[in-house]
């Protein structure tokens, strides 16, 4: 069955330096969603493609954070510079098509550790 | 905020028994889903349930909706420690806007 990639699974980072993150979303997916979660709580969007278009990055905090799909295939999430408030889970997630009808389908995640 | 919010926080039972999470949100929707996530790893989608439906069955899972509380429940009958995990209601809104509720910790003792 195929599932969405991420990489690192694990990063720990001190504060101001750059981190970055991969995933690969299931092939054929035009939909790729950027998620945070912090310990305790649900997942909240950072940032939402559509093939290499950002559809919705409102929640993104742009002073440190940046996303990109080049070829409308698999996303970077950078961050730079990591603050301690930033340590969470990180968790791509795609879906076939933007119709607020579909499920997601979610990557294992990446655990960022800032200290 | 609009995300769904889901009552109990945390909930523990024994294997066998029956389990019911209940997501309460503020504003029309298209549809809810529910979703499970094990502990740190991603989250499984479990159920859709579009605004004009009322309830649906995927095996031991029952998800009902009432669009007049705009309310959701999420029954797990005979539950088993695999049922282990925290589950969360998503809505989504009529902009295609899905919001993820804070979740509810479902512990179930052998």
């Known amino acids: ?115 | 905020s609009q995300q769904g919010e889901e009552d109990p926080q945390a909930l523990s039972i024994q294997e066998g028994e029956n389990a019911t999470m209940n997501c309460s949100y503020k504003t029309s929707i298209n549809n809810l889903q529910w979703y499970r996530q094990n502990s740190g790893r991603g989250l499984v989608h479990l159920i859709l349930i579009r605004s004009n439906e009322r309830e649906k069955h995927s095996g031991r899972l029952r998800v009902t909706l009432d669009t007049s509380k705009k309310s959701s429940s999420l029954l797990i009958t005979a539950s088993r420690a695999a049922d282990t995990a925290s589950y969360f209601c998503a809505t989504v809104y009529n902009n295609n806007d899905m919001r993820f509720g804070a979740g509810t910790r479902l512990t179930v003792k052998p």
């Open chain 1, 1 to 115: 069955e195929a599932e969405v990639a991420q990489s690192p699974r694990y990063k720990i980072t001190e504060k101001s330096q750059a981190v970055a993150f991969w995933c690969d979303p299931i092939s054929g997916h035009a939909t790729l969603y950027w998620y945070r979660q912090i310990l305790g709580q649900g997942p909240e969007l950072l940032v939402q493609f559509q093939d290499e278009s950002v559809v919705d990055d409102s929640q993104l905090p742009k002073d440190r954070f940046s996303a990109e799909r080049l070829k409308g295939v698999d996303s970077t999430l950078k961050i730079q510079p990591a603050e301690l408030g930033d340590s969470a889970m990180y968790l791509c997630a795609s879906s076939l098509t933007f119709t607020g009808q579909e499920t997601q389908y979610f990557g294992p995640g990446t655990r960022l550790l800032v200290l």
